[in-house]
C-alpha cells in the first residue's frame, strides 16, 4: 500500500472530502494548539493503514476502566465541553478533522478546566479502526456536514462505511444520538440505520425526535439552523 501523507493527528491520510483547515487561527488558538494538543491526544497508538488493526482500548488513556462516549466530529466543541464538565465520570473522545474546530475547543477545555476530554483531530474512521469491539457506551452524531447534493449522499455519515465500524464499537445496549436539521439527513439516517440491523429508534412518538435530549445544549450549527428557519431532528438509537 502506497505511504500516505499524514495529518496533525498522525493518522494516514485517508479520502477525505470536508475542509481541513479554514481561515488563519488567532494567536491565542495557535497557542492552544502548540501548548495544549500534544497531551490531549491518544497515546500509544501505532496508526493503522491496514486490515491488521493495532487495537488499544481508551482505559490506557483515561488509566482507569471509566464509562467512554465517543463523539463523532464535535464542531466547535460546545457540546463536547458540556458533557465533559456534566459528566466527570465519563471518558469522552472527540474526533474533528477541521483544525480551525480544534483550536476553538483547545480554548474551551482552558475555560472549564476539564480533564477526561481525549482530542483526536482527525476522522472519527481512525479512532474507529483502532477500538476494540464493544468498547463505547455513547455516541453522538451532532449537525454533520449534510452534503446535500444526491450525488454526494453517499459522502454522509450515515452509510455503511461508518455504520458498521461504529456499531462494532459500541456495546451492546449503547445510546447513538444524531442530531440534524436536513429532512433528507433524517430519511438516510433512518433508512441506514435500520438496514445496518444493529440499532432500534427509540421514537414513541414525535415529540421524541422533536424536542432536544434533557442534557442538550444548542451549538453553533443548531442556532444557524434556526436562525434560518431550519428545523431541528434529534434521533435516538439503541444498539441491539
Partial sequence: MTKREKHVSGAPRRNFYGRIKGKSLQKS???????????????????ADNPDRNLIHPREWFEDDREIWLEIGFGGGEHLVHQASSNPDKGIIGCEPYINGVAMLLGKIRSAKVNNIIVHPGDARDMMDILPKETISRAFLLYPDPWPKTRHHRRRFVTPEHLEPLAACLKSGAIFRVATDIEDYVRQTLEEVHLNGNFEWLA?????????WDDWISTRYELKALRENRTPHYLTFRKI
Avoid: C, F, H, I
Fill in 29 to 47: 488558538q495557535e497557542r492552544y494548539m502548540s501548548e495544549d494538543l500534544e497531551a490531549l491526544k491518544p497515546k500509544n497508538v501505532t496508526w
Fill in 204 to 212: 414513541e412518538s414525535a415529540s421524541d425526535w422533536k424536542q432536544p
